[in-house]
């Protein structure tokens, strides 16, 4: 009776579809896994969550935005982040041992559920990282590491800098580092990259997820 109260009151009580899915599937997630009873939640039906259109950056947003980022540092994180369509952490993790020119890849070595994948490196990328490993020497293994204190920038500094960078280069939309990946898998599939390709490349777990970018 009291875990049917709980799923009333949820259901009944202000907020948003996103934070009703969230307790009742922790809910689900107690009785069914932690507590080996399913059959006291196996009444519950979860909600229909809202699954919006991820924001994309056109291609001259992108160049004003990367244009906008005043530190070399940051400029090159959101360079990966757009040129390889990968996730902050990825990113702010790369050793400058993960590049292979040659080959054409990035190394991500702890990928999301620590899956390792490579990553797609264009030519111009590599060039580019190059240059600025050249001009800043950051201290090794890392590549985006501090050449003053020697420390990886936080994500949220990351964040900032892009919103800066978005600000001053007059783009409406938000910008975070998510919104780069984001464009990366739009602009392949726009350019006739196959969807599963796609997936891969940003080591997708399910092609359904991939398939949001080809709605």
């Known amino acids: ?23 009742l599937s922790a809910l689900r997630f107690l009785y069914r896994r932690t507590m080996g009873k399913p059959e006291m939640v196996s009444f519950i039906r979860l909600p229909k969550r809202h699954s919006p259109l991820p924001t994309v950056l056109s291609l001259d947003e992108v160049g004003a935005l990367m244009r906008s980022i005043r530190k070399a540092r940051y400029q090159a994180i959101a360079m990966v982040m757009y040129g390889a369509g990968l996730r902050i952490a990825e990113a702010l993790a790369l050793e400058v041992g993960d590049i292979d020119g040659a080959r054409g890849v990035l190394r991500v070595r702890h990928g999301k559920g620590d899956k390792a994948r490579e990553a797609k490196l264009s030519p111009s990328l590599y060039h580019w990282l190059r240059d600025y490993w050249q001009r800043e020497r950051p201290p090794h293994p890392y590549l985006f590491a501090s050449s003053r204190t020697g420390k990886l920038p936080q994500a949220a500094t990351v964040r900032e800098a892009l919103a800066a960078a978005a600000k001053q280069a007059w783009i409406k939309k938000r910008v975070t580092p998510h919104v780069l990946r984001h464009s990366f898998a739009t602009h392949l599939l726009e350019h006739g990259t196959d969807v599963r390709v796609v997936g891969a490349l940003l080591g997708h777990a399910s092609i359904r997820t991939t398939a949001r970018y080809a709605r």
Not at 1 to 23: C, H, I, M, N, P
Request: proline content about 0%; overall charge neutral; aromatic content about 8%.
């Open 1 to 23: 009776e009291q875990v049917r109260e709980f799923v009333d009151e949820t259901l009944t009580r202000e907020g948003s579809a996103a934070s009703k899915y969230k307790r």
